[in-house]
């Protein structure tokens, strides 16, 4: 069982930056891609990005491009996302995910293993 704990979280004012990090309990798949996901008050959890293993490919929710960027450090098993430009709309619990079931390169990829989530709030 693949365990995956989230850091990073926390209030940042409008135009700031946050760096999520996500750590796996053991090794994932050789082939395993991962992803971030988010869910705001009162809305369905959405994709916000996703690499592959390699971190040669990655893929991004349009509402993100530009402003985000998904990493990952194999050696250490752990995945970020470095969010710039952040805006009050960005504000939600922001999930890890790892071991992709679907293709990556898809509007709402699914994926067998989650994070306990990390909250992002940013104020105005």
């Known amino acids: 069982q693949v365990q995956l704990v989230e850091s990073g979280g926390g209030l940042v004012q409008a135009g700031g930056s946050l760096r999520l990090s996500c750590a796996a309990s053991?090794?994932?798949?050789?082939?395993?891609?991962k992803g971030w996901f988010r869910q705001a008050p009162g809305k369905e959890r959405e994709f916000v990005a996703g690499i592959n293993w390699s971190g040669g490919n990655t893929y991004y929710a349009d509402s993100v491009k530009g402003r985000f960027t998904i990493s990952r450090d194999n050696a250490k098993n752990t995945v970020f996302l470095q969010m710039n430009s952040l805006k009050p709309e960005d504000t939600a619990v922001y999930y890890c995910a790892a071991h992709v079931l679907t293709l990556l390169a898809v509007p709402n990829p699914q994926f067998q293993y989650w994070g306990q989530g990390t909250l992002v709030t940013v104020s105005e």
């Open positions: 053991e090794r994932t798949p050789s082939t395993d891609a």
